[in-house]
């Protein structure tokens, strides 16, 4: 049984960075193939892809938001790890994470609300 | 970045009528890596189709998925109460991958 749980505050200031933990179990990101995702919706708003990180440590980036993100993963953890930079009151949003294969994004996280305000 | 776009918006329709939902691409979409999912208030997006036209794992088969290169379709083909919600449609052939805007499937 494959579940996800996104960890991390829920209040940040403008300008501080955001650093959101996804929790694991049910499946290894050593295996081939496998990869996990941050996903954010702001509310009342669409999905967004922030990034995804595979097996074999290749990381991928949403363009617009390339430059403030970084992700990692910890494989004898069961984690991965998004930070994102210069926070802003317009980042407000559910953010999930997702496990991803062959078949997209096919479990997701129940989503942690981060709110954006000083 | 491929530019996802799903009409209508909104969609007006009765329990028991067939829904057809369109998600246009402003590229091909690599290997029909299309996706599509339903979410419901207050809850994470549900996979529904993976690949433009394979069913997710328990989705039911009135759930299906149609189309190739940057014209994609998912048809409910008998709404069921439960049904009504808002449907994204996610191409991963380039990763990380885009999001449609959503389509709202409300009761009429």
């Known amino acids: 049984q494959i579940t996800l749980k996104e960890s991390g505050p829920t209040l940040v200031k403008p300008t501080q960075t955001l650093t959101l933990t996804c929790t694991f179990s049910?499946?290894?990101?050593?295996?081939?193939?496998?990869?996990v995702g941050w996903i954010r919706q702001p509310p009342g708003k669409a999905l967004e892809w922030l990034a995804l990180i595979y097996w074999d440590d290749d990381k991928r980036y949403s363009p617009s938001l390339k430059s403030r993100l970084t992700i990692t993963k910890d494989t004898s953890k069961n984690q991965v790890v998004l930070t994102m930079t210069n926070m802003d009151p317009v980042d407000t949003a559910t953010y999930y994470c997702?496990?991803?294969?062959?078949?997209?994004?096919?479990?997701w996280g129940q989503g942690t609300l981060v709110t954006v305000s000083s | 970045e491929i530019v996802l776009t799903q009409s209508p918006g909104t969609l007006s329709l009765s329990p028991g009528e067939r829904a057809t939902l369109s998600c246009r691409a402003s590229q091909s979409v690599s290997s029909s890596y299309l996706a599509w999912y339903q979410q419901k208030p207050g809850q994470a997006p549900r996979l529904l189709i993976y690949?433009?036209?394979s069913r997710a794992t328990g989705i039911p088969d009135r759930f299906s998925g149609s189309g190739s290169g940057t014209d994609f379709t998912l048809t409910i083909s008998r709404l069921e109460p439960e049904d009504f919600a808002v449907y994204y449609c996610q191409q991963y052939g380039s990763s990380p991958g885009t999001f449609g805007q959503g389509t709202r499937l409300e009761i009429k």
């Open positions: 690949g433009a036209s």
């Open positions: 049910g499946f290894s990101l050593s295996t081939s193939g496998v990869g």
């Open positions: 997702a496990h991803t294969g062959i078949a997209a994004a096919d479990y």
